[in-house]
């Protein structure tokens, strides 16, 4: 990876696209540190140090920011909204024909679902925070709120500067896309994400150090000088995840394709054996931000309300709690849901069996038409366990890791963080090579 930036570096047009991405993501760092007007700082940080870690959304929401959302600044939302508008446009495209057509227009087509997107990504960020607001008047970390002036001056300043801050955002990401490198939401989206490592590093000192000073006192659950060892575990854990994904991320499952030979005029077309490649980790990360999402909603309802939740409430967020069995086994079973539900929105058996056939191409040993449908659909739902099961498995680590170590903080050893961290990475890398060899440039390949 280091010797494709190196190399790419080189070429000029190239240079110029890294400069311009490095220039887009210190403004977003930058723009991730500077607070909202009439927001209590240190009274929200203190708070988010207990719902960081507790699978809250709210926890959800800081892990997407890169810790802005705990220091509530301008950046506090992040791209969540964005992330939640185009997931709506997805599902929307498989319930709205009109939404389906205007997809398959090409690139004018693309246009028209961008612009519905923004304009659902400004809507969804009003919706957030306001419910950001709600919260923390509730909790008291408004430093101007009465039920005068003052009050609904402070609301419409507080709304406004983190819905403007989701649109800049935005409109960053869409900016990396057309002057820079790689896919500019996930981008920010890493950037985001590898801002958090100093934290992680700190934590794992701070482990190190309690068993440096007492090694034989019990302070977290077992004695100190087992930290020694769990250390260096999570360490060992850490970059075999990490490889792990690098090695399902570019797993694949072939399904062989021969066409036909057929005569037209005096040449002949057809003969070749080609293959439909179905990457065993097709859905990404999305089943693990669906199933996240709804497992934090009801901690975000009690949240929000405080000590106004209903007692339904409190008692599945009691049952729902991270460090019991039952979180992490729902949780589980959700990706596992949610990677077949995707699974069916991008892929349609019937029609790839039909476009086949159109194009007078058979799997070999296998019938055209519904025969064919069907391999296709049984290859699917297989390569879809395997992924799945890769995702729950990487999502869970964290709270098998944290019972067992009593380490907590340690949500960068699985789940959304490391699989978004290392698929951005190695989507980019691919990108900056594409880009170099459409230059004919090979040093690359030396």
């Keep these: 990876m280091f010797k494709t930036i190196r190399n790419a570096w080189k070429v000029e047009e190239l240079r110029k696209k890294l400069i311009f991405t490095l220039f887009v993501v210190i403004v ?4 991730s540190v500077i607070p909202v007007p009439f927001l209590d700082a240190q009274g929200l940080k203190a708070m988010m140090s207990g719902l960081d870690e507790s699978g809250s959304f709210f926890g959800f929401v800081n892990m997407l920011s890169g810790g802005a959302f705990a220091h509530g600044t301008l950046f ?3 791209i969540q909204p964005y992330i939640n508008a185009s997931i709506i446009m997805q599902l929307m495209t498989v319930v709205i024909p009109a939404l389906e057509r205007m997809q398959k227009e090409g690139e ?3 246009k028209k679902m961008g612009a519905i997107t923004r304009v659902l990504t400004v809507f969804i960020g009003i919706l957030q925070s306001t419910m950001f607001y709600l919260w923390l008047r509730n909790n008291g970390h408004i430093t101007m709120y009465n039920d005068g002036f003052e009050g609904i001056f402070s609301a419409i300043t507080i709304i406004l500067v983190l819905t403007a801050g989701t649109a800049l955002i935005m409109w960053l990401g869409e900016q990396i896309n057309v002057k820079g490198v790689g896919n500019g939401i996930s981008i920010l989206l890493f950037a985001g994400i590898v801002a958090r490592m100093p934290t992680l590093i700190a934590t794992l000192w701070g482990y190190l150090s309690l068993a440096i000073a007492n090694p034989t006192q019990n302070m977290l659950g077992r004695e100190n000088w087992y930290f020694y060892i769990f250390v260096p575990l999570f360490l060992v ?7 792990f994904i690098v090695f399902m991320n570019d797993a694949e ?9 057929r005569v037209v005029g005096r040449k002949m077309y057809g003969g070749q054996s080609t293959h439909i490649p179905v990457k065993v980790s097709g859905s990404g ?3 693990v931000i669906f199933a996240q999402s709804i497992l934090s909603l009801p901690s975000a309802v009690q949240t929000v309300m405080g000590s106004k939740s209903p007692d339904f409430i409190k008692s599945i967020n009691s049952a729902f709690s991270p460090t019991g069995w039952i979180y992490p086994t729902i949780y589980f079973l959700f990706i596992l849901f949610f990677a077949y539900f995707y699974l069916a ?9 039909n476009n086949l056939r159109q194009s007078s191409g058979t799997i070999p040993g296998i019938r055209p038409g519904k025969p064919t449908s069907d391999y296709i659909a049984k290859v699917l739902s297989k390569i879809t366990l395997m992924g799945a099961m890769f995702l729950g498995i990487i999502a869970i680590l964290p709270f098998i890791f944290s019972d067992i170590t009593y380490m907590h903080n340690t949500t960068f050893l699985g789940g959304t963080s490391v699989i978004i961290m290392v698929g951005v990475a190695l989507e980019t890398v691919k990108q900056i090579e594409s880009q170099m060899m459409m230059r004919h440039y090979k040093g690359f390949l030396d």
Aim: hydrophobic share 50%; glycine share 6%.
């Design 28 to 31: 977003f760092r930058i723009g």
């Design 76 to 78: 506090a939302l992040s």
């Design 108 to 110: 004018e087509g693309r």
């Design 237 to 243: 854990l850490f970059l075999s995840v990490m490889w």
């Design 253 to 261: 499952r072939r399904i062989p394709i021969q066409y036909a030979k």
């Design 285 to 287: 990360v999305m089943p």
């Design 345 to 353: 929105i991008q892929y349609n058996p019937i029609e790839m069996a």
